[in-house]
């Protein structure tokens, strides 16, 4: 016993001596590595003001990184930053520029470091960022209900037409839930890689989203099918809800940081438009509870765990955004949309074959393109 | 969910190109058009929500002293630097000085290059190439008709040259092949200064543009000898180092230069001297009733023109300084391409004493560091 405790030791033992030991003589001084550190900068947020500019900039040198000239618009100016001096990798540090920025126009930032190297940041369209009141984040409050919770809502006001079906009907209502689930997937996917390519290149952003999406999806398999048999019914509504309630925070947070930066113009457009796409998503959290009798409760907790994180996600872009967070958001929303493919899809099959049938028929084909035509269809008013 | 706004943008762009929509209502305008009849949510929200009025945001930004906040920020360490863009104004460099059997003046110049990171512009550290440390290089000042002797030594890793604007022989050209100095080697310029005016040295080394832009170039500036003007006889002693008429006159030598320090062939930092906003920040202090030469020199890389503008004042410029009466008179804006240079001469005598801005009228370079200012006292 005490032997094979040793060997779990050793490996650890002799790697921490190694890494001490390369440091320690520096082996690599005959290859002349004298080349200057490496140097990346990334903004992660831009706070406009009656201040001034403000930037929160992430270094990713290899060695600390100290920024020493700012230019606004090709011009110099006067700046200061909190915490000053050189930034540590991965650290990050407040920029404040006085600068008597112009509404509605675009700005163009360039963060020059000691050895010279420049980095550019252009604001697309200045305007105010919006500061935290409790009458502005009521305000968003009510913009996150608009585009999660009414929409879902209102789709599942379907759920006495959906009894009524019968078993076509429902393999069709199935088939459309997995078209727009499908959507859905797609949409968070590509949604997660964009954050992850706005976020420091050192958190490799995109393989994060993915592993996230690997895990979070066999937790929530794992989690659903404890018991031994495939969710239905009322948890696999519960289950559909909350990836969908993950996908509407990217909704939210997307439309948030449309606010925050200077997109508001759309938000009108953009809050019908989600109100549309969305309904569909009620009416698939819905369909699994064809055959159960739920209580009014159940509806509204299943429109509550798909709605609110729009809520969420809208103050969070508004108010706080780091985009490496939101990608890793996505990457669970990934997951959690394939799991519920899954299990819609199995639960598709199991109903096919109880009625005679396969999953595969042209009802099922029928409903899925409808569904995947639906969101797309509706996606048209909100993509820009 | 990808409602970028790119294409909008890129549609607002070309409409403000097109001069096709008024700032005041572009916004409200797209936003009609996109919705026709709009804010259908803002019935439901409160007002200041999502409001985004224009408000004037051109007040109280900044309580800096230079020039509204438009700066750089910090001040370069010139003791580190070894040199500084303030001596280098007046720092003339008359060579060690003998006479030759046929009486000739001879003036001997040590000029060595060296690779050296120099600070400049405050914490921005570039890997510059120096004659004798510094940039620009020593300041030649001599008299037409003096021998100029120039051990050049080259303790750099490339090969260079010192190629100097003035007449001499092909032997004498400093270019690749015809006295380069290969690193570590040594070679001697001797040549008679002809003509007087303001000239320049820089090496000639190839590449070109590299060895201009990190940092090779001087002042070659050479006085008439009064002797040869009789006609001009006032004018040449004024113009020559050390006589009593030249000691009433307040010169100073200013090499408009620029810095790439990205490489991306386009100049982050520009100055005079090296340093930008050095004298902004600074001020040059002169004294009203004495009258100011500037030996003035366009070194500047990558953009084809640079230029010199002064407020509230104007002056006589001499291109190339070869002529002892003006080429250019009251003119308060001269342009200058790369390698070309000039006198000016002014005078404050009737001005109130105060700040009298001088820059690169190119808005861009003002802005990117050659921004100075005179302060004229009484």
Known sequence: MKKTWLWAILPLIALITSIGIFLSIDPLSPLGVSAPPLENLTVERTVLGDRGISLLVRAEGSKPMQIAQVQVDGSYWTFTQKPPGAIPRLSTAWIDLPYPWVENETHHLNLITNTGISFEHTIDVAVATPQFTLSRLWGFTLLGLYVGVVPVGLGMLFYPSLKTLGGQGMKFILALTLGMLAFLLVDTLEEGLELANSAANAFAGSILVWAIAAISFLTILTIGRSRGKAPEGQSLSTYLSFSIGIHNLGEGLAIGTAFAVGKAALGSLLVVGFTLHNLTEGIGITAPLVKSKPTFITFLGLTALAGLPAVLGTWLGVFAFSPHWAAIFMGIGVGAILQVIVEVGSYLARTASKIGGTWLSKISLAGFSAGLIVMYGTALLVNF | ?378
């Open chain 2, 1 to 378: 969910m990808n409602y970028i706004y790119k294409p909008l943008l890129e549609y607002e762009k070309i409409m403000k190109r097109n001069k096709m929509i008024f700032d005041v209502s572009r916004r409200s305008l797209l936003g009609m058009g996109l919705l026709g009849g709009g804010s259908i949510l803002g019935k439901f929200l409160p007002r200041e929500t999502l409001a985004q009025n224009p408000k004037q945001y051109n007040n109280h930004f900044t309580n800096s002293a230079v020039h509204g906040g438009s700066t750089t920020v910090g001040d370069v360490d010139n003791d580190r630097n070894g040199f500084s863009p303030r001596d280098i104004l007046t720092d003339w460099d008359g060579g060690k000085v003998s006479q030759l059997p046929n009486g000739q003046t001879l003036r001997e110049y040590d000029i060595a290059v060296e690779e050296r990171e120099i600070e400049i512009a405050p914490g921005v550290f570039y890997p510059a190439w120096t004659y004798n440390g510094r940039v620009p290089g020593s300041t030649i000042r001599v008299t037409e008709g003096d021998r100029v002797k120039i051990n050049f030594r080259n303790r750099s890793r490339h090969p260079h040259t010192i190629h100097f604007h003035g007449i001499h022989s092909a032997r004498q050209d400093g270019v690749p092949g015809t006295l380069e100095a290969m690193p570590g080697e040594e070679v001697v310029y001797d040549f008679n200064a002809k003509p007087f005016g303001c000239h320049l040295y820089h090496c000639h080394s190839a590449p070109f543009k590299r060895h201009l832009h990190k940092g090779l170039y001087g002042a070659f500036i050479v006085d008439p000898d009064p002797k040869r003007h009789p006609e001009a006889e006032k004018e040449a002693r004024s113009r020559l180092l050390g006589t009593p008429e030249n000691q009433e006159w307040q010169e100073f030598l200013m090499v408009m230069n620029a810095f790439d320090t990205n490489f991306d062939e386009e100049n982050e930092f520009y100055a005079v001297n090296t340093i930008p906003h050095e004298f902004m920040k600074r001020p040059l202090r002169i004294e009203r009733d004495r009258p100011v030469r500037i030996y003035l020199i366009n070194v500047t890389e990558f953009d084809p023109v640079n230029s010199f503008h002064l407020h509230g004042n104007f002056f006589d410029y001499y291109d190339s300084g070869t002529t002892l009466t003006p080429s250019l008179r009251t003119i308060d804006t001269v342009m200058q391409c790369q390698g070309q240079r000039g006198i000016l001469e002014f005078s404050f005598q009737e001005h109130a004493p105060g700040q009298y801005m001088f820059h690169a009228h190119q808005s861009e370079f003002l802005e990117l560091g050659w921004m100075s200012a005179f302060e004229v006292v009484a």
